[in-house]
């Protein structure tokens, strides 16, 4: 039997905010972390720009000594766990935030794209130009990708199923799926998925402005990331980590925990098509679509929001609308394939079919009154009383937070989950033209009934994640 799981813990890192609070207040108010890069001198890269953290004193966090032996990945990784842990902690314990299950059997699953390759890249450097050759004892501990999880794991003594996996910008949203069927094989009784990455260094920087991948807008930093935008040139770097701590509900019902919202569904698949180009029909990313979907037992007009991949390439955004627009809006963005039409035409395996034509107000369940768009800097005004016209609502928060890659599927799983608790969806930053027919929350937030999130997540190499969450219902949530 299937087991529901919920969440019952969430913590970030961004370049907008540290803390879920922060992150998300400047997240629907229309804020931008993208600035001229301040880590290193990049006055002479062809890209200068990019997401930096720079709001929290890590100091509050770790112990120096840890903080000299740890790659900035893991340092967010670390101080999104901790928020995560205590928002999901036991109140009635006096010595701290306590775990949510026997530490045998609690998980951590950790999602990175990159790990410790800025440190690799900074030590290389270093070991050619120094005069006495020498590497630190710590050097390989530092940029190992699961060493986030073990030093998550030795801080809160966690003891169960600990896995770190990489499928680059898809890391996160991977984690958490991870993360889920721990819990479904009844491996675990709860699980830490954390994402974190912070890649910033001019070797990186170099390789993937050489792709063609990068934004170069370095002289307007705040508009340089334009995701679905027709004038878009490239994504921007982002760094940061985010956690979520998963539960069985039956977990959470039995110590009390409070349930901000349910994983409905998740799924991941390959393009099989490209290592860089994603296949502009978005076969795939429909199939995964269509496989999240069919898990949460939802047809695609049950999706009331969805936070887009959307980063700002030309190709990548491209394919995403096509495959959005076939499974959401009942047609290609730019035409479909016959094998396109196949995929939409099959049954999502127990949900109801694909629908061949757009999802309009007089759907089942949908008002037309349009939602209210949110000034940025201001706060939602009250309700209106519906949801946009034609479902789900769109939008990328690339363009605040930049591609935060590993950690990105998870912080976007945080504004999905807070998008369901307030009401409110997070706006699209610099899209100012786009031809497309599915309903874009551009500019400014929009406050809407959201009963159901997805996010999608893609990544080099073909990946693709989507998760889906619900709004909980049954037992006692305790969450406002």
Not at 255 to 267: D, K, N, S
Request: hydrophobic share 40%; glycine share 12%; net charge negative.
């Amino acid at each position: 039997m299937k087991k529901k799981i919920v969440i019952t813990g969430m913590g970030a890192v961004t370049p907008i905010g540290s803390g879920v609070d922060e992150y998300w207040n400047n997240l629907i108010a229309g804020a931008c972390g993208i600035d001229r890069i301040r880590q290193f001198d990049a006055d002479d890269l062809a890209v200068q720009i990019a997401a930096e953290v720079h709001s929290f004193d890590l100091q509050r966090y770790m112990p120096k000594k840890m903080i000299h032996e740890t790659d900035a990945f893991t340092q967010y990784a670390y101080v999104a766990a901790a928020e995560a842990l205590a928002m999901a902690g036991v109140s009635d314990r006096v010595a701290g935030p306590d775990l949510p299950a026997d530490p045998d059997r609690m998980g951590i699953v950790m999602g990175t794209a990159m790990a410790g390759v800025a440190t690799t890249a900074a030590t290389q450097e270093i070991l050619t130009n120094a005069v006495h050759k020498n590497v630190g004892p710590r050097f390989v501990p530092r940029i190992l990708g699961n060493i986030a999880a073990a030093q998550i794991a030795i801080a809160h003594g966690i003891t169960g199923h600990s896995v770190t996996l990489s499928t680059a910008c898809a890391s996160g949203g991977d984690a958490v799926s991870a993360a889920a069927m721990l819990l479904q094989a009844d491996e675990a009784d709860a699980v830490l998925a954390v994402g974190a990455e912070s890649i910033l260094c001019p070797l990186v920087i170099y390789s993937l402005a050489n792709a063609h991948t990068l934004s170069r807008v370095n002289d307007d930093p705040q508009h340089s990331c334009r995701p679905f935008d027709a004038e878009r040139s490239g994504f921007v770097i982002g760094e940061g980590g985010g956690a979520l701590v998963l539960e069985t509900e039956e977990n959470a019902l039995a110590r009390g925990a409070t349930i901000y919202a349910e994983l409905a569904g998740w799924a991941n698949n390959n393009d099989a098509y490209h290592v860089i180009k994603p296949n502009p029909d978005g076969i795939s990313s429909i199939k995964c679509m269509k496989k999240a979907l069919k898990q949460a037992g939802l047809s695609p007009q049950g999706i009331d929001y969805i936070n887009a991949h959307g980063t700002g390439t030309k190709l990548g955004d491209g394919a995403e609308l096509n495959a959005l627009g076939q499974l959401f809006g009942g047609k290609s963005e730019s035409g479909q394939s016959s094998e396109t039409q196949e995929v939409l035409e099959g049954s999502t395996g127990g949900a109801a079919g694909i629908p061949a034509e757009p999802r309009t107000s007089a759907d089942p369940g949908i008002s037309a009154a349009q939602g209210t768009q949110v000034a940025p800097g201001q706060k939602p005004p009250a309700d209106q009383g519906g949801a946009a016209g034609i479902r789900p609502a769109i939008s990328s928060t690339k363009g605040a937070t930049g591609h935060m890659m590993g950690a990105g599927g998870i912080t976007e799983s945080i504004a999905c989950i807070q998008a369901i608790r307030e009401g409110i969806v997070p706006p699209t930053l610099n899209l100012e033209q786009c031809d497309s027919q599915l309903d874009l929350v551009c500019g400014e937030s929009r406050r809407m009934p959201v009963d159901t999130a997805m996010t999608n997540a893609f990544g080099f190499g073909g990946q693709n994640s989507s998760l889906i969450f619900r709004r909980y219902s049954g037992g006692k949530s305790n969450d406002k």
